[in-house]
Structures are given as C-alpha cells and as structure tokens.
C-alpha cells in the first residue's frame, strides 16, 4: 500500500500549503508593529482602528447588503434552473438552457463583467434603465453567476431524491406546485441554504465583477481591500482581511453543521419507518386473527 | 418512464406551469449572461470616441439609408501589436502549466481523501471546500507578506542560512504560479474526489486478485474511470486561469503578460472600450471549445448518467 501512503502525505502536505499562508495572514494581523515583516508583539490595534475608518464600514455594509439580495435570488434562480435540468428532459433549447446555466462557473470573470457592463450601458440608452450603476447592477452580475453554483449543488441533491414520493403525492392529487413547495423544497432544503450561504460569500468576495458593473459612490468591500493592497501589504488590511476569513469560516461552518444534521435526521426518520413499517408488518396478521374472535 | 409521467401531470393540471418553470431561469440568463456577448461582439466594431459611452455606433439610419460601418481596426491591432499576442500566448502557457501541476497535486489528494473513513471525508472536503468561498484577493494578499523581499520566506531562508541575500520572488512570473496553484487547487480536487468516491472499488479487488500491481491497476482502472472527474477539474483550473486577474496584477511582475490584466488596462487605465471587447471576443473564441468541453461532462453529471 505504498501509494496510499503517498497520497496521504500529499493530501497531508496539501493542506498545509492551503492553510498556512491564511494562518501566517491571521497571526501578523495581530502584529503591534507597523513593519508588517517586523514582529513587535501582539495588538488589536488595527481591529480597534477599523472601526474610525467610515469609508470602509460604509463599503462593508453595501457588501453584505448586496450579499443578502444575491443570497435569496440566487437560489431562487438556481433552484428553478437545477429543477427544470433534472426533472424536465425534453424541451426545445435544452442544451442551450444546460450551457447558460453551467458557463458562468468557468467564465472568466473579466468578460462576464465587461460584458454585463456593456449590457447596462446600452440598455441606459435605449430604455433608460439603469440611470445609474450601483447596488442593483452587482446584485444582477451577482445573481447571475451565483445562481450557476446554486444550480450545481441543488441538482446533484434532486438527483438523488427519491421520485416516487413527489409521484405518490401527485397521484394523490396534489398539483405541481404544491408537490414542490410541500414536499421537493423540504427534501432540498439542506442543499439551498448551502447554496444560498455560498452565494453569500461568493458575493462577499467578488471584486472583478463589482469593479466593472459599480458606479461611483458604491464601492464594495472588496475593491476597497483591493486599491489598499495594490500599494503593498498594510496591517489594517491584515485586520481586514482575517475578519473576512473569520467571517466565512463561520459561514461554512454553519453549512456543514446544519446540512450534517439534516442528513442525520432523515436518515434517523428512515430508519424509523423503515422499523416501523417492519413491526407494522408483523402485527399485522394478529389482528386480522383477533377480528373474528372479537365479533 | 418516471419522469414522462410527471411532465405530463406537469402539462396537465397547469397549463403554462411548465413554460414558466423553464422560462424564468431560461430568460434571466438569455438577458444577462447570453445578449451581453453580443453587445461585446457589436462594440469590438465600433471606435473609440471621446463621448459618454467612449465609443462610436456602429450603424446610422439619415436619409432613408441604413449605414453599417464595422471597424476592423481594433482586430487588426490586435494581429499587429506584438504585446497583445504575447498577453494571449502567456496566459495560455499559464493556465497550462497551472493546470497540470494542480492536476499533479490535487489527484493524489482527491484520492487519499476518497480512500479515507467516511466522517473524516466530509471534514477533509470541507476544509478543502473552505478556501474556495473565501476571496482569492484575500488569499493571494496572504501570499505578497510571504514572498516579498523582506517576508517570511526570505526571511526564513535567511536564517537557516540557505541564503545570503533575499530571493526576488514576489513580482516574477514564479510568485504567479504560486499564488494561481494555491488559489485553484481546491477547485481541481472537488470534482476529481466527486467522481473517485463514487468508483466501485470490488474492480480494484478483482484487479488484484488477477494478479495486477497496485499502480497498474490504479492506471489502468482508476485513471480512466475518473476521465469526467479530470476534464471537470482541469477546465474549472484552466478556463479562468486564462482570464485571471487578480493574481497577475498582485503577484506579478512587468515581465508577467496576461490578457485578463491588459484588458482590464485597457478598460479602466485608457478608457478603450472597444479594443477592450475585441480582447474579449478573441479570448472567448479562444476559450469556446473548452468551455463546450465542460458544459458536456456538467451536462452528463447533472443528468446523473456515468
């Protein structure tokens, strides 16, 4: 088994090249001194210091606000794509639909913004809309490329589920959208918050996109970190920057926690009925044997 | 058979429904993910002006006579200028290199994750998961305190007494291909351990009850059964790679020529939105084939066909 042994060291080695760099960041935001190279003992300084900086808070609430409407819809979106993709297989443009759903994961990001950029300005022109850039147009870049990954993960979870429960319910005379609301979403849920919570932090994170489709005034958090990092490595920014990490660790967190739970509860309510189907079963003939007697 | 009955049910009950269900999606990505590339296609013809957009229509309607004027010179500038053809060549040998050294590194760590207990894979893809949702601007940041002439690396280097003087790392094509690898990895080992886990492992057995060495069978058998996992994992590398950014313009150097960094130069630095595009559109003719490669081997997973 030498080769499993290689491959354990790699993943072993691999981690370490993942994480240190991200602890090495966390432990120098801590650093007193302003030589970012320099260690000078610990401080909380430059956290303290964020807070004076209203520029920056400003761009952290229009990030997070922007995150929360990216959230929503694009598991809104993506749900609705992942849907159409595993249950309807036959319509005109299917290929068509499956290549724009799944093409915003490998677009370079460069062209989906420039792209979209344009997009706005000619509609600027023509309809009037938008007047000007900001909040609502991230949130359409946003969406947009968010929902591909929510599509991604809410399909792999719809292709697992089990159909005969929607059928049974739909052969008891539920509709369509009732059979999707009361039982498919529930089945799912655990896949659309973890969607949704990606595309949180996949929104927090985007500065190529946001950097193209923004407009004066309405700077996210991201393009703020950026044109302080272009001039080198600053301790506020290490401050910044370890409280994004934390922020999205917490994020992920949370996903795996309560997608882990999920997983366990259903399983724990299978085997339950499968149990109780069993002892069901075995009861059974006792009392249709008791019936006769009784009467 | 299953699912016939349930789109009939669907077409039934809700006349519309159906449409709808499709349509929603089907619209929001026409509208912006899709009609975009052409309003790109469209500007790449037009000039650049000094007007608000900075840029010339490329049709006018006077005197009952519908003009188009397409204007081929932002296409032959870019056939001309030598930099704008070393950006393409550099990105295309980055993203190259990038991924098969992500291939290199993240197969043996899919597959050890794959082989492990099954709770302790769901926290092995997890923190593998982890960096992926955190901004590779923050990532790549972490790099430029260690690679710089006085960071941690040089430091340590220096004190073990390797070497006598800092290394320039920070600003070379090398500190690219550091700050690419790191930030793609866990994008090439997700699929690749989405697809190994799921490989029937009484094949191995079998395989080595017949007598077959641990490698020949690992490639022989499990190489070529995780042939979707590898192109999914390597365009998810590759096809960004190509358009990055963010990387190149932090960890970079004068020497490091990409075309994700000279078309935001053009863009934002001269205002030329026009050259811009046709950048755009000879990277996405350049890209279309693997991206049709990937969007096939989605399709296939998304279908749940093997």
Known sequence: ?295 | MNMRKFKRRLNRIIPGGRQLVIGVPFIWLFLFFMLPFFIVLKISFAEADVAIPPYTEIYSYAEQKLQLLLNLGNYAMLGDDELYIAAYLGSLKMALISTILCLAIGYPMAYAIASARKELQTVLVLLIMMPTWTAILIRVYAWMGILSNNGLLNGFLMSMGLIDEPLQILNTNLAVYIGVVYSYLPFMILPLYANLVKHDTSLLEAASDLGSSTFNSFWKITVPLSKNGIIAGCMLVFIPVVGEFVIPELLGGPETLMIGKVLWQEFFNNRDWPVASALAVVMLAILIVPIILFNRSQAKEMEGKE
């Open chain 1, 1 to 295: 088994m030498k080769r499993f042994r290689f491959s354990s060291l790699m993943l072993v080695v691999g981690l370490l090249f993942i994480y240190l760099p991200m602890l090495i960041l966390v432990i120098y935001s801590f650093n007193a001194s302003k030589l970012v190279t320099v260690w000078g003992g610990w401080s909380i300084k430059w956290y303290v210091g964020l807070m004076d900086n209203s520029q920056l808070m400003g761009s952290v609430v229009r990030s997070l606000e922007i995150a929360c409407y990216t959230a929503i819809a694009a598991v809104a979106l993506g749900t609705l794509a992942a849907f159409v993709l595993t249950r309807i297989t036959h319509f005109k443009g299917r290929t068509l639909f499956g290549g724009l759903v799944t093409a915003p994961l490998v677009m370079p990001e460069v062209i989906t913004g420039l792209s979209l950029l344009l997009l706005f300005v000619a509609m600027a022109q023509m309809i009037g809309w938008p007047q000007e850039r900001g909040i609502v147009t991230i949130w359409i870049a946003h969406t947009t490329f968010c929902a591909a990954y929510v599509a991604v993960v809410v399909s792999a979870r719809l292709r697992e589920l089990d159909l005969s429960i929607e059928e049974a319910a739909m052969d008891l005379g539920a509709r369509p959208w009732k059979v999707f609301f009361l039982i498919t979403i529930p089945m799912i849920a655990p896949s659309l918050a973890a969607g949704g919570m990606m595309s949180f932090a996949l929104s927090l994170d985007d500065l190529v996109l946001a950097s193209f489709v923004s407009g004066p005034g309405s700077t996210t958090l991201p393009m703020e970190v950026f044109s302080a990092v272009r001039l080198g490595v600053k301790p506020e920014i290490n401050a910044v920057a370890s409280l994004i990490l934390l922020a999205v660790s917490i994020v992920t967190f949370l996903v795996w926690f309560f997608s882990r739970r999920a997983e366990e509860n259903r399983k724990r309510a299978i085997q339950q009925a499968i149990e109780e189907s069993a002892a069901d079963s075995w009861k059974q003939p006792d009392v249709r044997r008791a019936q006769p007697e009784a009467v």
